[in-house]
C-alpha cells in the first residue's frame, strides 16, 4: 500500500477528496491531512508519503514553498496539485518544480482523481520494481552512460588530449572517421524567478533527460548524448546527410518542445557544425560555448548557431568608467534620489541590451562595481533597518543570473527592497528621536569646536548620509542648525551681559570675530553693536 496525504485548507475539500474514492482498492492508505504548508512539511516528516494532493494557495506557508521544501528533503515523493482557475502561473510554477499531475478544483470529478491515482501507482510500481528485480539492468544503463560521459570529458580536457581508444566501444558514432558532424550544447534555463525557489533534482532525472534528448536526435542522427556537468548536455552528431542549418534547427526546436511538455524542462541550445572530429572537437567545444554565452542577450529558451554569431565587440571605451558611475550613484543615494539613481543603472543595462556589445563576462564583472553604492546604503543603515533575505551581499546573486534580462529583473527587485527598508526606516520614530539627540548635542555643546563628524559619529551614522538626512528631515543643514544656534546664543548675550562682542564671538564658538559679524548682520540684518544699542 502506498501512502497518500491530502493538504488544503478548505475542509469540504478535504472531506470531499478523502470521500470520493476507494483508496484501498487502488493500493493506497489514507495517510492523513493538513491544512497548511508549515504542518504539511512536518507531517510529510513524520509519514515519508508516497504521494501527496496538495491545493496551492494556503495560510502560513503556500503551496509552492511547500512543494519546494518537501522535494528538497524528499525528491521521490509524487505531488499532485489541487488547482483554481486563476491560479495558472502558480500551476506552471509547481509544474517546472516537478509536480505530476494536477486538477482544477471546480471541474473535479472522482473519475479524474482515479485515473491520476492509477497512473501514478503505475510509476511507483515501476520504481519499486527498479529498485528490486530490475537492479542490474539499470545499473548496466548507467555504467553504459558513465563510460561514454567519461570519454567525452576526456576529449573536451585539453586540446592536446588523444582519444583513448580502449575506451570507445560504448560510442555511438566513430569520432576517427566522422568527417561531417555537430555538436549541441543543450542547457539548463533557470531564470531570475526561478532562482528564488530552488529545488533538488531526482537522482533520475539526469538520465531520463539524456534518454529524451538522445530519442529525439537519433530520429535523423547518430549521436551520443553525455552531462557534462550539472544541468549541461552535450550531444556529438553525425551529419551523414550533410544536413544544413534549417534541419537542425528544427530538431533543436523538437528538443526544446519535448523536454519542456515531457519534463517542464526548459533548455537553450548552442550548436556549432564543425568536420574531422578529431582534429577539431576541443575547438569546437570551444566555439559552441561562446555560442551559449549569447543565451546572455537572446534570452531562455534561444538556439545559437556559432557560424551566425555577430562578433562582440570588445572595446568598452565609450562607456563612462565605473568609478564615474558609481560616484554619480552614491551622490543620488546620499540625497535619498533613488529613483534618479536607480535611472543611472537602467540606462546602462539598457543600452547594453539595445547594442549587445558587452562581452556577457566582462558585463558580469561591471555591474557589481555600479551595484556597489546601493549595498553600501544597506549597509549603512543596516543596523537600523528590519532584517530583509532579499538585500544581501550582490556580487554572488549576479554571477548565478543567466540573461541580461534576469539581470534587469533581479536589480528592479534588489533596489526596490533597498529604497523601501530606507524609506520605512526614515519614517519610523527612531530617526526622530536620533534626529533630537543630534540637536541636543550640539545645543549642550554649540561653544566647542563641534563639526558634522562629530554629530554623525554620536548617532552612528556616516557624515554624508546623516548630513543629508538631517537637512532633509530638519529644513536646514547641520552646519546652519549649528550657526543659527551660536547666532541665537549670542543675541541673548548681548542682551543680558556686558560682554564686548569679541568675547561674545569666542563665547559661542565662533574663532573669529569678523565672521561672527558678517553672519549675525546676514541673520538679524543688523549689526551686534546695533543690536546691543537697540536695548538702550
Known amino acids: 500500500m502506498y501512502k497518500v496525504l491530502i493538504i488544503d485548507d478548505e475542509m ?16 493506497y492508505v489514507y495517510a492523513g491531512e493538513a491544512v497548511n504548508g508549515e504542518d504539511a512539511l512536518e507531517l510529510c516528516r513524520n509519514v515519508k508519503p508516497d504521494i501527496v494532493l496538495t491545493d496551492i494557495k494556503m495560510p502560513k506557508m503556500d503551496g509552492i514553498e511547500f512543494i519546494t521544501a518537501l522535494l528538497k528533503e524528499q525528491p521521490d515523493v509524487k505531488i499532485v496539485v489541487l488547482s483554481c482557475v486563476d491560479d495558472f502561473d502558480k500551476l506552471q510554477q509547481a509544474l517546472r518544480l516537478g509536480v505530476k499531475d494536477y486538477f482544477l478544483k471546480l471541474s473535479f470529478s472522482p473519475e479524474q482523481l482515479v485515473a491520476i491515482l492509477k497512473k501514478i501507482k503505475g510509476e511507483l510500481d515501476l520504481n519499486s520494481k527498479n529498485k528490486t528485480g530490475d537492479f542490474k539492468k539499470l545499473s548496466s544503463i548507467r555504467d553504459d552512460a558513465i563510460v561514454k560521459e567519461n570519454f567525452y570529458k576526456n576529449l573536451i580536457a585539453t586540446q592536446f588530449n588523444k582519444i583513448p581508444l580502449s575506451d570507445n566501444s560504448k560510442i555511438s558514432i566513430n569520432p576517427q572517421n566522422c568527417e561531417n558532424a555537430f555538436i549541441l550544447l543543450i542547457a539548463k534555463d533557470q531564470s531570475y524567478e526561478e532562482q528564488k525557489v530552488k529545488v533538488a533534482e531526482s537522482s533520475t532525472q539526469k538520465f531520463s533527460i539524456i534518454s529524451l534528448i538522445t530519442e529525439i536526435l537519433s530520429k535523423e542522427f547518430e549521436c551520443d548524448v553525455v552531462e557534462i556537468e550539472t544541468d549541461l548536455f552535450m550531444a556529438v552528431c553525425e551529419n551523414s546527410k550533410d544536413y544544413k542549418f534549417d534541419k537542425i534547427y528544427v530538431n533543436a526546436i523538437e528538443l526544446q518542445n519535448n523536454l519542456m511538455r515531457i519534463m517542464y524542462y526548459s533548455v537553450s541550445v548552442a550548436v ?32 545559437i548557431f556559432y557560424d551566425e554569431l555577430m562578433e562582440l ?44 556589445n558587452w562581452n556577457p563576462s566582462e558585463f558580469k564583472r561591471y555591474f557589481p562595481e555600479i551595484v556597489a553604492p546601493w549595498y553600501r546604503a544597506y549597509k549603512h543603515f543596516n543596523n537600523n533597518l528590519t532584517s530583509d533575505k532579499n538585500v544581501i551581499n550582490p556580487y554572488k546573486q549576479i554571477d548565478f543570473l543567466e540573461t541580461i534580462v534576469d539581470i534587469r529583473q533581479w536589480f528592479d527587485d534588489y533596489s526596490q527592497s533597498i529604497e523601501t527598508l530606507v524609506k520605512e526606516y526614515l519614517k519610523s520614530s527612531k530617526v526622530r528621536t536620533e534626529l533630537e539627540l543630534a540637536k541636543k548635542y550640539i545645543n549642550d555643546n554649540y561653544n566647542s569646536d563641534i563639526n ?25 543643514g547641520i552646519s546652519d542648525y ?53 536695548i538702550s
Open 272 to 303: 556549432n557544425l564543425y568536420s574531422n572530429c578529431i582534429d577539431n572537437f576541443y575547438s569546437a567545444y570551444q566555439q559552441c560555448l561562446v555560442a551559449l554565452q549569447q543565451k546572455f542577450y537572446e534570452g531562455h529558451q534561444s538556439i
Open 12 to 27: 469540504i475539500i478535504r472531506i470531499g477528496l478523502k470521500s470520493s474514492v476507494d483508496w484501498e482498492s487502488l493500493g
Open 313 to 356: 565587440s570588445k572595446d568598452n571605451t565609450n562607456y563612462i568608467s565605473s568609478n564615474i558611475i558609481e560616484g554619480r550613484i552614491q551622490n543620488k543615494l546620499e540625497y535619498f534620489e533613488f529613483q534618479d539613481a536607480k535611472q543611472i543603472v537602467l540606462q546602462i543595462i539598457d543600452s547594453a541590451i539595445e547594442n549587445k
Open 452 to 476: 558634522i563628524n562629530d554629530v554623525a559619529k554620536l548617532v552612528g551614522f556616516n557624515s554624508s548620509y546623516f548630513s543629508h538626512l538631517f537637512k532633509k528631515e530638519m529644513g536646514e
Open 482 to 534: 549649528l550657526t543659527n544656534v551660536r547666532l541665537s546664543r549670542a543675541f541673548k548675550l548681548l542682551r543680558e551681559t556686558l560682554y564686548s562682542v569679541n568675547q561674545i564671538s569666542e563665547m559661542v564658538g565662533f574663532n573669529d570675530v569678523a565672521y561672527f559679524r558678517k553672519q549675525f548682520r546676514k541673520h538679524y540684518s543688523k549689526s551686534p553693536s546695533e543690536c546691543r544699542n537697540d
